[in-house]
């Protein structure tokens, strides 16, 4: 099994700035996309950013020039950069990994704890 850690998570004021990290630990095979969610009290969980191992990005429409998600793939490490940070941007932000634990095996999903993102003056 895997177990992903994320930090970077904490309260800043608006127009600030964070960076999550993500890092996948155990027997990985590959890994193909990692993404990260956000889920803030009384809204559901929408996917923030998302990037696959070609890089292809893609953001939801809020962030878009905002946050830039990265990833290392030798550290199966996924990271989050977020500038100009808004009140709204308040939420759990959660990674998610989507991979193999051996060559033949089936493709698996895996999810971070989360992390909490309070932009607050």
């Known amino acids: 099994q895997v177990q992903l850690v994320e930090s970077g998570g904490g309260l800043v004021q608006p127009g600030g700035s964070l960076r999550l990290s993500c890092a996948a630990s155990g027997n990985i095979f590959s890994v193909h996309s990692m993404a990260w969610y956000r889920q803030a009290p009384g809204k559901q969980r929408e996917l923030v950013a998302a990037?696959?191992?070609?890089?292809?990005?893609d953001y939801l429409e809020s962030v878009q020039g905002r946050f830039t998600i990265s990833r290392d793939n030798a550290k199966n490490a996924v990271y989050l950069q977020m500038n100009s940070l808004k009140p709204e941007d308040t939420a759990v932000y959660s990674c998610n990994l989507i991979l193999q634990y051996s060559a033949h095996g089936p493709i698996a999903d895996s999810w971070g704890r989360g992390t909490q993102v309070t932009v607050s003056s």
């Open positions: 990037i696959s191992n070609s890089g292809t990005t």
